[in-house]
């Protein structure tokens, strides 16, 4: 039989198809990254965006007052347009007022102190005094009818004026009628006259005239100086009259606007001002501010984000240190427990005595010493392995390298290391093997999973008395069972056996050393092999544990010759 | 029968002389003439006939410069894009040449437009020079034309100092299309109007072959002011200082012309005026009256046969003027008749030269305005026959009558046969037709 290989010596062959382990190191530092980074933008983010809501909050207020203003200013030429209408209206009533009855007379007096007035006249009935329907006219008479016929066709002068008299029910006897003509607003000044009503045409030209004659001309600007556009607009929105230094560029559309009052309705004004000249300042300074605030945020939590990375790094290395330091030792130990084997085996030979040997004769005190110090320079050996494998496990460097072998051959290996202890713990091994067949399989992690399966059976299970190992092969998956009869383990701790460091509660683990790391490492191997090991439930028939190892282990390939 | 005396057999023989025919009677007043006068004096007695009566007011002219009214003038200027350049420079000059023909009595205001209205120089004696010309030189060209609003602050301007006594006038020069506010040829004859009743005229100048013409015809003619065609920009200066010229002669403002005509007669329509025609009587008003310069109205008369060898009143004139130098409302009265015969010769004799220049010129006039029309509708060749015919009647009357004028006329008519087919040609020769219809045959520019 092959001596088996001791894993603590043996040296890695070439390398295999590498599988990560399922504990990954170096993705978790890229994780602790993403985390930190998240810690610093989320909050700057969300700062940062109700920020700018309340900056754009601001510069809607901001906005609505100076709109306020402006429109305050536009109310102000609005009231001087009214006061230059009241005027008219009294200058008309005056010429109202003074139209004699006859139409002959009438005419004389437009000609003369009518100073050309166009002058309407109308009976409470709807008929239309003047100009004389029927009768001949002049052009500029029929014009007027032609110009006025919504108004005296039909009730609407009439209505115009009996609706007031009732409305405001003070004897009000004057007022303005609008109708349109000419693509816009005319307008009316009628006066209630006993039974007839006198209305004093207003031209639409003439009215738009006055009040451009009224306005400001391009001089003037807004108390402060401040550079602005103020349009006054006709029926249609068309410019007729503007002033104000500033000139809006093409598109740019009013920044407030106001209908004037009666009787121009129709009509309105506009301000055109530039972006600059609204209080904008305000939110400057606001953005600075919030700028600013977002900035000193930022980068107190940026350092607070790299404050603790460098400390989590700084964790992970004394973590590395330590698994690192641990490994060198035990690579140290290597060394010195080389050559106590190494002597151990020669002594064996001059004393012609063979330690592995279950049968040797014990009465022979050199052999049996001989066999304590083999057997416990190989428990020596299997511990270094474990320790290890386990940091190998840590750097992400494990590996399983399979091999054409038989996993039978394997078994009884194992079983022959172990005789003598479990013999000296009273423990028999009963072999039930069915995996005759040469697959490819890593000898070397099936030997350590099974080393340290039955060093616990030896640490936890003496009291059994009997551990029984079957190997069965199904295709490419090799089951290896080892099944004691000892006090078993609870339910409550079938998962946690295998996390490492982990021994189970005292009363069981009574005066047993170890280091708890045994089936941490038996199941990474197994995993790395493509299988797994499994503690499995015996039943209430059967007491005791009961781990199942299975192995994914395909036939090896026809190698060219 | 014994020798009468003297002045008795004066006023008999006149009465008898006045009795034999109708003959064109003159009634002198103060400062303004009135002459009224049928196209011929005998007319064919058998059957209805068409004649015309002139009634021509001539102001008196030479009198006092000390004596003249004041004036309260307003300058207009447009001062959009297109006028950079030469044509603004030639603008302030002719502007600073009107400064030379006002004094301390004048009042005078600058406005400038573009697409806003900018008061260079407000209201202001005509004797504060310095600031005047500062204003004036301020003048810059820029954006677009506010013709209505710069009219209409011209117009307030004007208003500050107006009174009983002045002549108040705005002076709109512009080279261009109105493109804010209100623009439509109709638009501005209502803002005419409207000026008209406060006794502002507008006259309007328009430069280079790019502005509207109708426009500008429009507005001059309802505020009773004139019209100007300037091509040449470099004419500006010497058209101000006649112009102004003119505006100091002005001897009567607002003349009321009332005619009513006799039963038999219908008047038809009145050529080259505005004129309100209700039933008999026909009523119309001249703005201003120059010194030296004859204003005259045209109406068209059906005329009902009458008995042959008769002699019947045709219409009884009335005119009432404002004298602006005696600060007067005068009146003056005079009436035409005519004589109705069957004998042609005669007929032909009593023709009279003056009325039938006037009647010929305004009869092309109402031509050269249809021919203007179809070639507005795309007609060339048909506006093209109207003013070649236009031109061989003219030609034929300038021979009759033995006319200069018409003779001119006539081959203005010529040159605008020859250019109306091309769009370019087109633009000035119209200008020139709108300009020749509406100008009064002044002897020289008057504002």
Known sequence: ?561 | MPALPRPIALVLAAIVGLGACAVPISAKAQHVTVQAGLDHATLPADKKHTTYLRVALRGQEGLEPSSRPPMNVAIVIDKSGSMQGKKIEYAKRAARAALDRLDGRDIVSVVAYDSTVEVLVPATRASDRATILAGINRLRAGGMTALFAGTSKGAAEVRKFKDDKTIDRVILLSDGQANIGPQSPGALASLGNSLRREGIGVTTIGMGLDYNEDLMVALARKSGGNHFFVEDPSQLAQLFREGFGGLASIVAQEAVVKVTFSEGVRPVRALGVDADIIGQTMTTTLAQIYGGEREQILVELEVAPREAGSTHPIARIEVSYHDVLTQAVDRVETSVAAHFSTDAAAIERSLNREVMVTVVERLAADKSRLAVQLRDQGKIEEAQRVLHKNKEWLDGEAARLGSKRLQRLGERNAEAADGVEDEKQWNRTRKGIRYDNFAPDYDRANF
Do not use: C
């Not at chain 1, 088996?4 to 990254?33: E, W």
């Not at chain 1, 602005?228 to 410019?239: F, Q």
């Not at chain 1, 939590?301 to 790094?313: P, S």
């Open chain 1, 1 to 561: 039989m092959d001596a088996p290989r001791d894993p603590a010596t043996a040296d890695p062959g070439p390398s295999p198809r590498p599988v990560k382990p399922p504990r990954a190191t170096a993705p978790s530092s890229r994780r602790l990254v993403v985390l930190l980074a998240a810690m610093v933008v989320v909050p700057v983010g969300a700062l940062a965006w109700l920020g700018t809501r309340v900056v754009s909050q601001q510069e809607d207020l901001a906005g609505h007052r100076v709109r306020g203003l402006l429109v305050d200013r536009l109310r102000e030429v609005d009231a001087s347009i009214a006061r230059l209408m009241d005027e008219r209206e009294r200058e008309l009533l005056k010429i109202a007022a003074a139209v004699p009855t006859k139409t002959d007379a009438i005419r004389e007096y437009l000609a003369g102190p009518g100073r050309g007035a166009e002058v309407l006249v109308v009976d409470l009935e709807g008929r239309v005094l003047h100009p004389p329907l029927g009768a001949p006219m002049s052009d500029a008479e029929r014009e007027l009818l032609e110009r006025t016929r919504t108004v005296w066709d039909g009730d609407a002068l009439q209505a115009a004026v009996r609706a007031s008299a009732a409305g405001e029910g003070r004897g009000v006897d004057h007022g303005w009628h609008g109708y349109f003509f000419g693509g816009g607003l005319n307008l009316l000044l009628w006066r209630a006259d006993g039974d007839r009503v006198v209305a004093v045409e207003v031209s639409r030209i003439a009215l738009l005239s006055d009040v451009v004659a009224h306005l400001p001309a391009t001089a003037v600007d807004a108390a402060d100086g401040t550079p602005s556009r103020i349009l006054l607009a006709d029926e249609g929105g068309a410019p007729v009259y503007q002033w104000g230094t500033y000139e809006p560029p093409e598109g740019e559309g009013p920044r407030a606007t106001l209908a004037l009052s009666p009787p121009l309705g129709a009509w309105s004004l506009r301000d055109f001002s530039p972006q600059s000249a609204l209080p904008t300042g305000l939110t400057g300074g606001l953005t600075f501010n919030l700028g600013a605030g977002l900035l000193a945020v930022a980068l107190a939590l940026a350092a607070l984000a790299v404050y603790l990375y460098r400390v989590r790094t700084r964790e992970m290395r004394l973590a590395a240190q330590r698994v690192s330091f641990v490994n060198q030792v035990s690579h140290e130990l290597k060394t010195p427990l080389t050559n106590i084997r190494l002597y151990a085996e020669l002594l064996a030979t001059e004393l012609d005595v063979d330690p592995e040997d279950p049968d040797a004769d014990l009465g022979d005190p050199a052999a049996r010493h001989l066999r304590v110090i083999t057997g416990e320079s190989q428990r020596l050996s299997r511990l270094i392995a474990n320790v290890l494998t386990f940091a190998r496990g840590q750097e992400g460097r494990l590996a399983v390298r399979p091999r054409p072998q038989v996993v039978d051959d394997v078994v009884r290996a194992v079983r022959a290391t172990f005789a003598p202890s479990l013999d000296q713990a009273g423990v028999t091994v009963q072999l039930d093997l069915h995996a005759p067949d040469r697959v490819l399989v890593d000898a070397d992690a099936v030997e350590q999973i099974l080393a340290n399966l039955l060093s616990n059976v030896e640490k936890y299970a003496r009291s059994g008395g009997e551990v029984r190992v079957t190997t069965r092969r199904d295709g490419d998956v090799t089951t290896v069972t080892v099944a004691d009869r000892g006090p078993g383990i609870p339910a409550a701790h079938r998962e946690d056996v295998f996390l490492p460091f982990r021994r189970l509660s005292d009363k069981l683990s009574d005066g047993a050393a170890g280091t708890g790391i045994g089936l941490d490492i038996a199941r990474q191997l197994a995993r790395l092999h493509g299988g797994d090991l499994r503690l499995v439930d015996p039943g209430v028939a059967a007491p005791g544990a009961r781990f199942a190892l299975t192995l994914h282990t395909p036939r090896p390939q026809e190698r060219a010759p």
